[in-house]
C-alpha cells in the first residue's frame, strides 16, 4: 500500500465514523435537524466557555510560559468557535449574536482553595460542578478539624 492509497482510505474510515454524528438516537425521537442544531450550539457555547476561562487566568498568571500558553489556549479556543459557526451557518441553523456575560458562578466556586479564586468567579461550564467537584468540597467541609 503505498501513501495515496493509505491516505484515501484513512479518510473513508474517518467520513463513515463522522457520518454517524449525524445520525439522531433512535429513541431520541427529535427531529434530526433540531438535534444537531441542539448539538452544535452545544458546542459552540462549550468553545465560548474554554475561551473565557483560559483569558479569565491569563491576566493573574505571574509565570510567563503559562502565560503565554493560556493565551494560546484561548486564542485556539476562539477559532473553534468560529470554525463550527461558519460551519453551523453554512447549514441553515439560526445562532445567538450575543452570549450570556452574566452566567452565575458554579456553586462548587465557594470551595475552591484561596489560590485558584480570582478577584470574581467566573462563570463556570456545566462539568466544572460535576458530582465529584461538589462531593470532594462537602467533603473537605465535613472533614473533622485537625488536632
Not at 495515496?4 to 454524528?21: G, S, T
Not at 467566573?122 to 467541609?141: D, H, L, Q, T, V
Request: glycine share 4%; aromatic share 4%; with cysteine.
Amino acid at each position: 500500500m503505498d501513501g495515496n492509497e493509505f491516505v484515501n482510505k484513512l479518510k473513508a474510515e474517518n467520513e463513515a465514523i463522522l457520518a454517524k454524528i449525524d445520525e439522531p438516537p433512535i429513541s431520541s425521537g427529535i427531529p434530526k435537524g433540531e438535534l444537531l442544531a441542539a448539538l452544535v450550539k452545544m458546542a459552540l457555547k462549550n468553545e465560548i466557555e474554554a475561551a473565557e476561562i483560559a483569558a479569565e487566568w491569563v491576566s493573574t498568571t505571574q509565570e510567563l510560559p503559562a502565560k503565554l500558553a493560556l493565551a494560546r489556549h484561548a486564542g485556539d479556543e476562539a477559532r473553534h468557535y468560529q470554525l463550527i459557526e461558519e460551519k453551523a451557518r453554512a447549514m441553515g441553523i439560526s445562532l445567538p449574536t450575543k452570549t450570556a456575560t452574566t452566567a452565575p458562578a458554579a456553586p462548587c466556586w465557594q470551595s475552591w482553595p484561596p489560590c485558584l479564586k480570582r478577584s470574581k468567579p467566573p462563570a463556570a461550564p456545566r462539568w466544572a460542578c460535576s458530582k465529584p467537584a461538589i462531593a470532594s468540597g462537602r467533603m473537605r467541609s465535613q472533614a473533622p478539624a485537625p488536632r
